[in-house]
């Protein structure tokens, strides 16, 4: 790592406001002063030294944000208190505090498929002519174009993307390469034919979320999107039920076959310890865990952990599970402006590169092909093809999205548990949404 230079948001991070305007004297006005002067200046005298509450949640970016706020709070003397919340937590503290209107937190970070909601029901200030005003200054095109799904509803941006993600297939290489993919699977079938090759004894081939609810919906949806199938139509309407989903769902069921016992309770936090601790030899998994299972210091698999695309069934063209969150502003909030700021900073590429280091997934081009960042984070490398190509809307982000997830991790519990078929099970969750589309329906709040 370079060490920083006179520019560098974390040497001003550690300048008092009396050094600077000295620093300042003595060089003619330099562009560091400049710089927090023309941050001051868009900030009315009002509202220079608010404290924002920023609500988020246990993700690796919550901790960098903690790290970074102190840069901006040296910057323009406005403080930030960052409150890190379980993830059903934030939600229900967030949908709480904009239907009762209390502004318990002027920021939040939002999950891509909590967009919809949000947007339709007013929660959050719109940011679309803030952004544009600046597009110069964001230098827009270097963000990923996915990158924008994380905040935008029906053309609108509610939200600045804050961490995005890349749905990956985790695999042990050594494991992989005795089974004849020392590159990993790349089809769906070559995959099928790997867990079961490498389930012998208790070792097994891979490890899926099974439990009911969230965890085996959301696994269920690499393999829908992995067959080519969708949950809604061209229209935005319904097409839970449609053959290619009821194949996939199939697929999904017979997989559980080559998984470790108890794997149809598993969550997040079961799964991932499956594949790190050797049990299991293969994971779908978001891109953001990967500092963790890659760093040799705190994981026993760093050293055998490879990482290709999503697998795709034969003829499917390629598109890849993408999620991650945005920053919103409660539209509730007194402290808007100096919101704004925040998040107007944050966005800079400068800054961005530090929130990155911190632990922050990057949005930015410039971060993913850095060569400082590639030194310190190689898989950047190979994330960055499945964020080019990756579908934002494989988890729809709608209204609707929280009901149809509750519909469908009943089922396909009850799928992988053999209490249903596989197109039983998807007709029923078709029926019970089809009236939460038609006009007029009532829409979560």
């Known amino acids: 790592m370079s060490s920083p230079s006179h520019s560098s948001p974390r040497l001003i991070s550690t300048l008092s406001r009396r050094t600077l305007l000295k620093w300042a004297a003595l060089t003619s006005g330099s562009a560091v002063l400049g710089s927090c002067a023309a941050l001051e200046r868009r900030i009315p005298s009002s509202s220079r030294t608010p404290t924002l509450n920023l609500f988020t949640v246990s993700d690796r970016f919550g901790s960098a944000l903690r790290q970074i706020v102190p840069q901006f709070e040296a910057a323009t003397g406005i403080s930030i208190a960052v409150t890190i919340n379980g993830y059903p937590e934030l939600y229900q503290r967030a949908i709480s505090d904009f239907v009762g209107g209390t502004a318990q937190a002027d920021l939040y970070a939002v999950d891509i498929v909590w967009t919809g909601e949000w947007a339709e029901n007013n929660y959050l200030v719109d940011l679309t002519e803030r952004l544009e005003a600046i597009r110069a200054e964001l230098e827009w095109e270097d963000v990923l174009p996915v990158m924008w799904k994380l905040g935008e509803w029906q053309g609108r941006q509610h939200a600045f993307p804050l961490a995005g993600y890349a749905g990956m297939l985790n695999y042990n290489r050594s494991a992989l390469a005795r089974v004849g993919y020392p590159e990993g699977p790349t089809t769906l079938t070559e995959l099928r034919e ?161 929130f990155v280091r911190l632990g922050a997934e990057p949005i930015r081009r410039s971060a993913l092909t850095d060569p400082e960042l590639l030194a310190e984070f190689p898989y950047f490398a190979q994330v960055l093809p499945s964020l080019e190509q990756g579908d934002g809307d494989f988890r729809p982000r709608i209204p609707q999205y929280s009901r149809l997830q509750d519909a469908l991790g009943l089922v396909v519990n009850q799928v992988i548990t053999d209490q249903l078929d596989p197109d039983v099970a998807l007709r029923q969750v078709q029926a019970e949404m089809q009236p939460f589309f038609q006009s007029g329906s009532e829409l979560p709040s």
């Open 194 to 354: 790997a867990a079961e090759a490498l389930t012998a004894g208790e070792v097994y081939g891979i490890a899926i979320n099974g439990a009911r609810g969230a965890p085996v919906a959301q696994d269920w949806m690499y393999y829908m999107l992995a067959h080519g199938g969708s949950l809604l139509d061209e229209n935005g309407q319904p097409s839970i039920d449609r053959e290619v989903n009821i194949t996939a769902l199939d697929y999904f069921r017979d997989l559980f076959r080559f998984t470790p016992p108890g794997a149809i309770s598993y969550a997040w936090p079961e799964r991932e310890q499956a594949f790190n601790e050797g049990r299991a030899m293969m994971q779908m998994a978001w891109s953001t865990g990967l500092r963790d299972k890659l760093n040799p210091e705190t994981s026993r698999i760093a050293g055998e952990l490879g990482i290709t695309g999503l697998p795709l069934a034969e003829g499917v063209e390629p598109k890849y599970p993408f999620g991650g969150w945005g920053l919103g502003i409660n539209r509730n909030s007194p402290n808007i402006e100096p919101a704004w700021e925040f998040i107007r900073w944050l966005a800079q590429p400068q800054i961005q590169k530090e």
